[in-house]
């Protein structure tokens, strides 16, 4: 891992981010959809789905800035 280039590591850890908010997606979408569902939902429900906006949006934003493609294959 020492001798590798930035560009393979760069390359990996782009590929890492895109799953991880592809993964965060789903979580927020699931939380998102039982809120919506819910009569009166507790409080840590609410918390958690705010988490997980917040932390999606964020990533985005990260992927915007590095500039981070899903591979098409």
Avoid: C, W
């Avoid at 590798?4 to 799953?19: A, F, H, M, T, V």
């Avoid at 997606?25 to 906006?53: A, I, W």
Wanted: proline share 3%; glycine share 2%; aromatic share 10%.
């Amino acid at each position: 891992m020492l001798f590798q280039k930035k560009g393979s590591l760069r390359i990996k850890g782009n590929e890492k981010l895109i799953e991880y908010i592809e993964l965060l997606k789903q979580r927020y979408n699931n939380q998102k959809h039982l809120l919506y569902h819910s009569v009166e939902p507790p409080d840590e429900v609410v918390y958690k789905t705010e988490l997980s906006e917040s932390l999606y949006t964020f990533l985005l934003r990260e992927a915007r800035v590095r500039k981070a493609k899903r591979n098409k294959l």
